[in-house]
């Protein structure tokens, strides 16, 4: 089960820090991932992190402003978002795929579990 928090209402610059909570099976058997669907949109890639966290991945539209992390002990994993931008507004999702797949990060393609989502606004 994955349990997503820290969405809000914030305004362009802002930032916030997201946060999904595992349970149920082995954390650091899992490499994790957020995605993101705005309204009318389809659902896509934001962040990656591998199972040790040693390698992460990121969307060009949020590289070096967000930053994907984890902690293998809390069984979390984080998306700390800066300088936020109207166009981030989204539900947020994050998901879990299992070590030995071999696909591209970046793809829904593999990620067998999915939280519920947490909605992020960013007012201009």
């Known amino acids: 089960q994955l349990v997503e928090s820290g969405g809000g209402l914030v305004q362009a610059g802002d930032s916030l820090r997201l946060s999904c909570a595992a349970s149920?099976?082995?954390?650091?058997?899992?490499?994790m991932a957020w995605f993101r669907q705005a309204p009318g949109k389809e659902r896509e890639f934001v962040a990656a992190?591998?199972?040790?966290?040693?390698?992460?991945y990121y969307a060009d539209s949020v590289k070096g402003r967000f930053t994907i992390s984890r902690d293998n002990v809390k069984n979390t994993v984080y998306l700390q978002m800066n300088s936020l931008k109207p166009e981030d507004t989204a539900v947020y999702y994050c998901?879990?795929?299992?070590?030995?797949?071999?696909?591209?990060?970046?793809?829904?393609?593999?990620?067998?579990?999915w939280g519920q989502g947490t909605q992020v606004t960013v007012s201009s």
């Open positions: 149920g099976r082995t954390f650091n058997d899992y490499a």
């Open positions: 998901a879990a795929r299992y070590w030995s797949y071999s696909g591209t990060y970046s793809t829904r393609n593999g990620y067998a579990y």
């Open positions: 992190i591998t199972r040790s966290g040693s390698s992460t």
